[in-house]
């Protein structure tokens, strides 16, 4: 048996909280599965002592450095302490920043944690975040006015999709597929093109739906949402009115919130230039 390989250290050093090199470094995991890894912050790094003090921590340990350092000499000084300690680094700031720098002819202003402007853009996603968690699961009477319709059963990421939507700056609603429940009416008055089925493949969906229960409580009622019968059962409605409704489908079995999103937004803005079918 091959011997298990070492865990990795990400290091993330930050003038700030760290969470824009967070999401690399989460980014990064994710495209090794077999290997272990352990994740070390240093946020609010203000000096060069700072940089010493975590460089030092990494020192001789299988590490790689992932820093977002705004102030030109933290970046100068820390490219500099990691290739004394020949450790791995990338530097997320440096290069965007003075690429912008010379594409627009103006200087960055090298503040630390500074965040966007509440510009239109803002609001707009504030407003679609507002409109997901108001209209989730079927409830109110959104899906007129909603850009995006996602249907689909318990558990295939329906509200967080529609929140990281809302997020990207569309108003998703989302009808939720139950067996012996007919769906609303007003879903079969929208605009088909901006409708999207989900689905799942059923051993997945048992296992999402059996670690909600553990933390549900087992009741019976609770016990017979995870079985794989009546798990078919409700894919089987779902599949029936996804046809009805003429809408593409999206497998979410193995995918990110973030994939199934971009899809979602491919397929409707794809959708969007076709003529709208008859009702």
């Keep these: 048996m091959a011997k298990p390989s070492p865990p990795v250290e990400l290091h993330v050093v930050s003038d700030a909280t760290g969470e824009t090199a967070a999401r690399l470094v989460q980014a990064l995991e994710a495209q090794f599965p077999e290997q272990e890894f352990v994740e070390i912050r240093h946020p609010r790094v203000e000096s060069e002592d700072d940089l010493y003090i975590a460089v030092n921590r990494m020192r001789g340990r299988p590490a790689v450095v992932v820093y977002t350092l705004v102030k030109p000499e933290l970046r100068d000084a820390m ?115 901006k409708v999207v089925g989900l689905t799942i493949d059923p051993n997945r969906l048992v296992e999402i739906r059996r670690a909600r229960v553990r933390t549900m409580g087992g009741g019976a009622r609770n016990r017979q949402y995870a079985e794989l019968l009546e798990i078919y059962e409700e894919l089987e409605q779902a599949s029936k009115l996804h046809r009805r409704l003429g809408c593409p489908v999206i497998d979410i079995s193995e995918l990110s919130i973030e994939e199934t999103a971009h899809r979602v937004l491919r397929v409707v803005e794809e959708r969007s230039t076709e003529p709208a079918p008859a009702r």
């Design 79 to 193: 490219r500099t302490l990691c290739r004394r300690a020949k450790l791995h680094y990338c530097d997320l700031l440096g290069q965007p920043i003075e690429a912008v720098a010379r594409v627009s002819g103006q200087a960055a202003k090298m503040t630390p944690g500074s965040r966007p402007p509440l510009n239109s853009a803002y609001f707009k996603r504030m407003e679609a975040i507002e409109f997901a968690v108001r209209y989730d699961d079927g409830v109110g009477r959104g899906l007129h006015t909603a850009d995006i319709v996602l249907v689909g059963v318990s558990r295939t990421s329906k509200t967080p999709l529609s929140i990281y939507l809302g997020y990207l700056g569309h108003k998703a609603a989302n009808v939720p597929v139950v067996k012996g429940i007919d769906p609303p009416k007003e879903l079969f008055e929208v605009d088909p093109r």
